[in-house]
């Protein structure tokens, strides 16, 4: 679907949330970060957790899989819901579900009981479709990858954050209000659930589904497809051989950041004898790195896009995919603490300007089954993440399931250059490109306008003041 009035400049009105697409923005972005930060919330915890209940390692592994297991089939329904209903009112409705399982881990005095709920919050991971797919309504082609892939790093961010912040909150009960281990981590959980709940309210009356409003209203006008037209568009893009190659690539980059996510505070505490604290500190930069790595592959792919059009797009979706996979068999041989901590930050770099290349590229696939398309790709990145996870779980050493993940990496980025669209598509996007950049100047020209008429008006106020005076 072409909607109108899609925001031509994301830095230039970066705190214009007046409008409704730059505040939509915002809102998905924290939204995905509130989203991130529960979903991986009791990751740093797993140290305590496991003590509390007595888990085996078999158990640990079982736990770290539930975790990511559920978001599969969350972001393909998710998707789909998109295009049904709209972003709004599905983000909306998956942070308020969201909300019971993730305070409701506090209730788990079991392995059983504790899976149960880890596999129910891992349906939150569905929040990632929607952030894509809401920041895709909003933002013209000429900075789509750039608001993509910002949007989604810093949600991701609170992965980062979540590494170190549960942590201290965890101290917090204890040394405040004087809770045992078992209570503090469940009180914390609980805490993080009550957030969530609130950001989905905030998300229903801050958002709207389209820059000229919702999905409902603007089907009432015949300005895009119905619900029945979107759910036949959805079959169509599960055919596309595209939407399955990125689905691989996802795997491959995002899988490997939410694995890693799941084992890094146990890999550092168990491997280099650091404390709890330090090791969450640890993981913690890698998810940190969302802060900027996420946008820069995005802003690579915009300009990759600008000279050389959509092929570009995948060629630079190639280089860093290939770059990832090198940097994490690096990674995987490091065996001294202050060398393991710089390869760490540059396989973080790289993994995540990975994900934000390849949603500089979904977007193109098929504009009118958008829900489908983010939804099966995203699909990916946790198929990954199990895949990868399952290893971790076996009796491989960790740093040798690095080095085999890095291998299958720098294979798979291979198929980047298999994506292909047709000379229509290119032409076409070429022109809607163009077309954003030269919206982008008119307003930049009116702005420049505007100074130079105050300005004028500036100097002429104080001439006549001091004529006045004279």
């Known amino acids: 679907m072409d909607l109108q009035n899609k925001e031509t400049s994301l830095w230039g009105n970066f705190f214009r949330v007046d409008k409704v697409q730059i505040r939509t923005f915002h809102m998905t972005w924290f939204a995905f970060f509130a ?88 349906l939150i991971g569905g929040s990632f479709v929607i952030t894509q797919y809401h920041t895709t309504m909003m933002f013209a082609p000429n900075v789509i990858g750039t608001a993509n892939a910002t949007s989604a790093g810093w949600g991701n961010l609170g992965g980062g954050v979540t590494q170190l912040a549960m942590p201290l909150l965890f101290s917090a009960f204890i040394v405040v209000f004087g ?24 998300y229903y009356y801050l958002t709207q589904d389209a820059p000229d409003g919702s999905f409902k209203e603007l089907r009432a006008q015949n300005r895009m497809p119905t619900s029945q037209e979107a759910s036949g568009q959805y079959w169509l893009a599960m055919r596309d051989y595209r939407v399955w190659i990125l689905f691989v690539i996802y795997a491959v980059c995002f899988g490997i950041e939410i694995a890693t996510n799941s084992v890094l505070a146990l890999y550092f505490f168990d491997y280099f004898q650091v404390d709890l604290i330090t090791a969450g500190a640890i993981a913690a930069s890698f998810g940190l790195m969302n802060i900027f790595a996420r946008t820069l592959g995005g802003i690579f792919g915009d300009n990759f896009g600008a000279i050389w059009g ?47 290349a390849t949603y500089s590229v979904v977007p193109f696939i098929n504009k009118k089954a958008m ?100």
Request: aromatic share 14%.
């Open 35 to 122: 989203c991130f930060f529960a979903w991986f919330g009791i990751a740093p915890l797993m140290i305590v957790v496991r003590e509390d209940l007595q888990l085996t390692k078999d158990q640990v592994g079982w736990a770290i899989i539930s975790g990511v297991a559920a978001t599969i089939f969350a972001r393909f329904v998710v998707g789909w819901l998109c295009d049904r209903f709209g972003p709004r009112l599905t983000y909306t409705w998956l942070l308020i579900f969201s909300a019971f399982p993730v305070a409701g881990i506090a209730l788990a005095n079991s392995f059983e009981s504790f899976l149960f709920f880890r596999l129910l919050i891992s």
């Open 179 to 202: 809770f045992t281990d078992g209570q503090a981590w469940r009180a914390a959980m609980v805490f993080v659930g009550v957030v969530i709940f609130f950001v989905g309210i905030m």
């Open 310 to 356: 959509l092929k570009g797009r995948t060629f630079w979706l190639f280089i860093v995919i290939l770059l990832e996979g090198l940097a994490l068999m690096l990674f995987s041989r490091m065996d001294v603490l202050f060398l393991a901590i710089p390869m760490l930050v540059l396989f973080s770099l790289f993994v995540q300007m990975a994900e934000g």
């Open 371 to 470: 829900g489908a398309v983010v939804g099966v790709v995203g699909a990916g990145g946790n198929a990954g993440a199990v895949a990868v996870t399952f290893l971790f779980k076996g009796d491989i050493l960790w740093n040798d399931v690095f080095l085999i993940v890095g291998m299958v990496v720098t294979v798979a980025s291979v198929l980047a250059l298999f994506i292909r669209f047709t000379p229509e598509q290119e032409a076409q996007e070429k022109a809607l490109f163009e077309k954003g950049n030269i919206d982008l100047l008119q307003v930049r020209a009116d702005r420049a306008n505007d100074a130079l008429a105050h300005s004028a008006k500036v100097v002429a106020d104080y001439n006549k003041s001091r004529d006045d005076k004279i």
